[in-house]
């Protein structure tokens, strides 16, 4: 073999190595970007239910560990339906994306927001008090009315219901779910575009003796 062919061949194993590390970078991208998509909602780009669950389960083992409290709240759009059928599924689309840019916006670095399904969310408030969460709710209240919602649903302002719960002792992220969507259900029922809240019910203390 001589010296041409052997540069031939060298450069050909350099060209071949090359491509085979630029098809492994391409790889780990779309692998990346597979994760991603597994972990967000793909229409407005925030959690989606999985990883927010995720992200409670997460909380609610710190809190046993710390013990700091912590509240799980669940929202929906008032009347998602109606603004469906009467702006189009377009205008629906725009209010969830809206919805929850406004909502990222407000809400701290450390809570967790996300997509529970529909028109419905979740958010995951660590170190916080009912009381403080109520008024979390009521803040985030303000900033979705102060969205231009004329521009997506021309003469019908967009609100939501809330239902917020805090940790109790030996509780589970089913359970704290659970309670927020009963809290949820009530506001709806009582008139729409308000914060409920439910406690885990404290357990029966046994008669003393007198």
């Known amino acids: 073999m001589n010296l041409a062919t052997q540069s031939q061949d060298a450069d050909t194993i350099a060209s071949l190595r090359l491509q085979v590390a630029t098809q492994q970078r391409e790889i780990e991208l779309l692998r990346a970007e597979l994760a991603e998509l597994i ?29 700091h409290p912590f509240c799980f ?32 916006k407000l809400l701290r670095v450390l809570d967790r927001f996300g997509r529970l399904e529909g028109d419905r969310f979740g958010i995951v408030l660590p170190a916080t008090w009912l009381d403080s969460g109520i008024i979390a709710m009521n803040r985030l209240s303000a900033a979705v009315a102060a969205c231009n919602w004329e521009g997506i649903t021309p003469g019908m302002a967009v609100t939501f219901s809330a239902g917020l719960t805090t940790n109790a002792p030996a509780d589970t992220a089913d359970r704290m779910v659970q309670r927020a969507e009963q809290a949820l259900l009530q506001a709806k029922s009582e008139g729409r575009n308000r914060t409920v809240t439910i406690e885990d019910a404290l357990p029966d203390m046994p008669m003393l003796d007198d």
Do not use: C, W
């Open 73 to 104: 709240a669940m929202l929906s759009i008032d009347h998602f339906k109606a603004i469906n059928e009467r702006f189009g599924t377009p205008a629906g689309d725009s209010v969830l994306k809206t919805f929850s840019g406004a909502s990222i």
């Open 39 to 67: 972990r967000v909602d793909p229409l407005t780009g925030v959690m989606n239910r999985r990883t927010l669950e995720e992200m409670l389960a997460a909380e609610l083992q710190r809190s046993h560990r710390t013990g």
